[in-house]
């Protein structure tokens, strides 16, 4: 596609559900981005994957987050037993691995823990 | 540690204003720095970006600059407007292949 697709734009869930986000990237870029922004506050990474595998998934921030990449391509970010804490906009970027290239961001998923 | 830190964390200031926001990062080796624009409810943009060898680039009212000797970027945003309200995040890329390293933004708010 022409730019960094995410779904679902919305999602509102009850607490203690699994909720799963998708990104797609831009075709051909091998890096791949997931940051968690809550109200008011900056950007949180969470994880980067690097064709299928993520070298760095230092920012996730509890076992209940997990993500996966497959085919160098979409990417899913699985939240299981959701709290409200977990509520925030699941930012998705991707870009080219080298060069003065940029990272393009997805819209975003706002998710709402109720 | 590659890092990239940004201040302040937030800023307010008046329409028609001037202001500085400040990007300090720790990433070495250094290929080049970004800073993005993320208006309320959408994705970050990106603004411009600096290369090892330049020390200033303007876009329109905003101009930043690179001193890659302190590790140290700046975005001047000149005679602000209310449309200039949004987060302004700043991403450094180190040697290629490697991760790019995103701030935390600085959240600025321009009131009339």
């Known amino acids: 596609g022409a730019g960094v697709s995410q779904s679902p734009s919305n999602k509102v869930t009850e607490k203690g559900k699994d909720v799963e986000l998708r990104c797609d990237p831009i075709?051909?870029?091998?890096?791949l981005y997931w940051y968690r922004q809550r109200l008011g506050q900056g950007l949180e990474f969470l994880i980067y994957?690097?064709?299928?595998?993520?070298?760095?998934k230092s920012g996730l921030p509890s076992d209940r987050f997990s993500a996966e990449r497959t085919g160098e391509s979409v990417s899913t970010l699985t939240i299981q037993r959701t709290q409200q804490e977990d509520s925030a906009v699941y930012l998705c970027?991707?870009?080219?691995?080298?060069?003065?290239?940029?990272?393009?961001f997805g819209q975003g998923t706002r998710l709402t823990v109720v | 540690k590659n890092q990239v830190e940004q201040s302040p964390q937030s800023l307010i200031i008046l329409e028609g204003k001037n202001c500085t926001l400040q990007?300090?990062?720790?990433?070495?080796?250094?290929?080049?720095l970004r800073w993005y624009k993320q208006d309320t409810g959408r994705g970050p943009v990106s603004l411009t970006i600096?290369?090892?060898?330049?020390n200033t680039k303007s876009n329109g009212r905003y101009t930043a600059t690179l001193d890659a000797d302190t590790k140290q970027s700046s975005l001047h945003i000149t005679a602000s407007q209310l449309s200039d309200s949004a987060s302004y995040i700043c991403?450094?890329?180190?040697?290629?292949?490697?991760?790019?390293?995103f701030g935390k933004g600085t959240t600025l708010s321009v009131s009339s």
């Open positions: 600096m290369t090892f060898s330049e």
């Open positions: 075709s051909g870029h091998t890096a």
């Open positions: 970027a991707s870009s080219l691995m080298s060069g003065n290239t940029e990272a393009f």
């Open positions: 991403v450094v890329r180190g040697q290629a292949g490697t991760a790019l390293i």
């Open positions: 990007c300090n990062y720790t990433v070495s080796p250094f290929s080049n």
């Open positions: 994957f690097q064709g299928n595998s993520a070298p760095d």
